[in-house]
């Protein structure tokens, strides 16, 4: 039997989505200074606690968050090269041509002993992103080892294992540090942090704020998609308390399923925006744009996830947006448009998708004046009403202390 449950509540307060709740001296602990990154460290750990003798491996610096299959194409020179690696059906053909979702990351194995446990104990393994184990993912299981999804990319993590009667002390590791933060949710496809990629600075996006994905239910009759257990690691591992669903705009006004509340239920706070995709996203969108932009400046909308139906136009739209603005640089937006290539998306998107003239996201920005991609973006969003002041918080969330 495996079980996973955290200790303590998520706020806004520190980095907008670490876990301040959890201890009052969370929200005091030192940052590094901005553009700079913190150490990679790993340590294991061999220690006696009580009658338990307890051996956690060091796990190391770069610990895998993405596939081989990722890892390539995230590596590779050109990123209009993720015809090589995905085409957004990926059919199997020793599988009798079964489609795959390619997205999903690999999880953190984690395995210890515990010479001296008796036969049946139970293990509590603690992840934090602390160093004295406060605002712990807790998971319990029976087994000597674990499996764990989702973390985040280019940070360090402390782990410990427990028994009823004792807990070892912390060993560290720290995952490798390419974006993107690709997640696994069951029931939803292309699923990934918005945070995790780095500015021109050398800043790395805060993570755990904003998740990009496809819909959590069919299109036009909103049958739910995402499973149960989906549901849990929206909730309770990623915090979502707000959605942004983009589908059903004028030229398919019932795509959304006419929902009036999100699947995930009613702690989160359901925006339909729906956006027109047949054509050039930004202009057809100005309002729409606006509006999704009003709901990022406000920092009580965090952890969010947006969506349109399979993730990719309009959602991408509003992800190269954001992320422009913050700094990211234009070969890594690419890079996470195409990403997408890898989710069961049915059909290829290409780099035209950003750049066609007359259409493309990536075309319409780089037409406004500024020295920057981010300028431009700026200066972008300033034309259709989206104010400085909400430009200005949506950076500070993003990429401030």
Request: negative net charge; aromatic residues 10%.
């Amino acid at each position: 039997m495996k079980k996973m449950r955290f200790i303590g509540a998520l706020s806004l307060a520190l980095c907008l989505a670490m876990f301040a709740a959890c201890a009052p001296d969370v929200q005091d602990r030192e940052e590094p200074p901005a553009g700079e990154e913190p150490l990679a460290v790993s340590s294991g750990y061999t220690g006696t606690v009580g009658s338990i003798a307890f051996t956690l491996p060091d796990l190391g610096t770069s610990v895998a968050i993405h596939t081989d299959l990722q890892r390539s194409y995230l590596k590779s020179k050109g990123p209009a090269a993720i015809e090589k690696y995905a085409d957004g059906i990926n059919a199997d053909p020793e599988a009798g041509l079964a489609f795959r979702e390619l997205s999903h990351p690999v999880p953190v194995e984690f395995s210890w002993t515990a010479e001296g446990a008796p036969e049946g104990t139970r293990y509590m393994l603690s992840v934090s992103e602390f160093a004295d184990m406060v605002c712990s993912w807790e998971f319990e299981t029976e087994e000597t080892s674990y499996s764990v999804y989702n973390l985040k990319v280019g940070t360090t993590y402390y782990w410990t294992v427990g028994t009823g009667e004792a807990v070892s002390g912390a060993a560290s590791f720290t995952t490798e540090g390419q974006g993107p933060r690709n997640l696994f949710v069951d029931g939803v496809a292309n699923v990934r942090d918005m945070g995790g990629w780095k500015t021109a600075g050398g800043t790395r996006i805060k993570q755990g704020l904003i998740y990009r994905c496809g819909r959590l239910n069919t299109d036009y009759w909103g049958e739910t998609t995402i499973t149960e257990a989906g549901k849990d690691t929206m909730l309770n591992f990623l915090g979502v308390k707000t959605e942004l669903d983009l589908r059903g705009g004028e030229n398919d006004p019932s795509e959304y399923g006419n929902l009036d509340r999100s699947m995930l239920g009613e702690s989160v706070t359901y925006h339909h925006i729906g956006m027109n995709w047949d054509g050039n996203i930004f202009d057809l969108n100005h309002s729409r744009i606006r509006e999704v932009f009003t709901i990022l400046a406000d920092e009580a909308s965090y952890p969010l996830i947006f969506h349109c139906s399979i993730g990719t136009d309009r959602t991408g739209a509003i992800a190269y947006l954001l992320n422009a603005l913050l700094g990211v640089s234009d070969d890594d937006l690419i890079r996470d448009y195409l990403f997408s290539n890898f989710a069961y998306i049915k059909g290829a998107r290409e780099l035209s998708g950003l750049t066609k003239a007359g259409q493309g996201i990536a075309w319409t920005v780089k037409k406004f004046e500024g020295e920057t991609l981010a300028d431009k973006t700026r200066a972008a969003l300033n034309s259709i009403g989206v104010t400085d002041a909400q430009l200005d918080q949506i950076v500070d969330i993003f990429t401030g202390k």
